[in-house]
């Protein structure tokens, strides 16, 4: 009787294994790219990094940022964007608004916020600013603080 008590307690917790070991599992790790100019360009990013680590997003723990940059060339942006695109990020963060039309060309189906751009409309990222199109993953928001005073586009 012991000999089939002992087998019982033995498969019964062989049979809890896998429901043990899929609970364990870590959460699936976010991927973000940024696609910059120039690599000096990383320093003005800090603030985006810091507000992703506010939100629980850590680079090498919860989120994989994957940095991509022109080299200071802007046929290597091209590149950059493309290489970008290929690792499927989430979403795509484009640091300026000379580059933010190419990754708009490299991609339709990731996300982008476009950081810093001068004018959406004149550089072909939204058709208007009060109604950018359906298609279009990014509406437009323009604002520029002074010390001063706060104006938005």
Known sequence: MRRRDFI??????????????????????????VLLFARPDRAIISPLI??????????????????????????YVVQAADELVRLSP????????????????????IPIVVVVSNDPV???????RPAPAETSPASPRCTTRWPESRSSC
């Open 122 to 128: 004149a550089s072909g990222l939204v058709p208007s």
């Open 8 to 33: 019982k307690a033995v498969a019964g917790s062989a049979a809890s294994w896998p429901l043990a070991a899929r609970a364990q599992q870590p959460k699936r790790m976010r991927r973000i790219g």
């Open 90 to 109: 989430e979403v795509i963060f484009a640091f300026g608004g000379d580059i933010a039309p190419i990754i708009k060309r490299a991609t339709t189906t």
């Open 50 to 75: 810091q507000q992703l680590e506010t939100l629980g997003y850590i680079d090498g723990k919860t989120a994989a940022i994957e940095y991509r940059d022109g080299n200071g060339m802007p046929e």
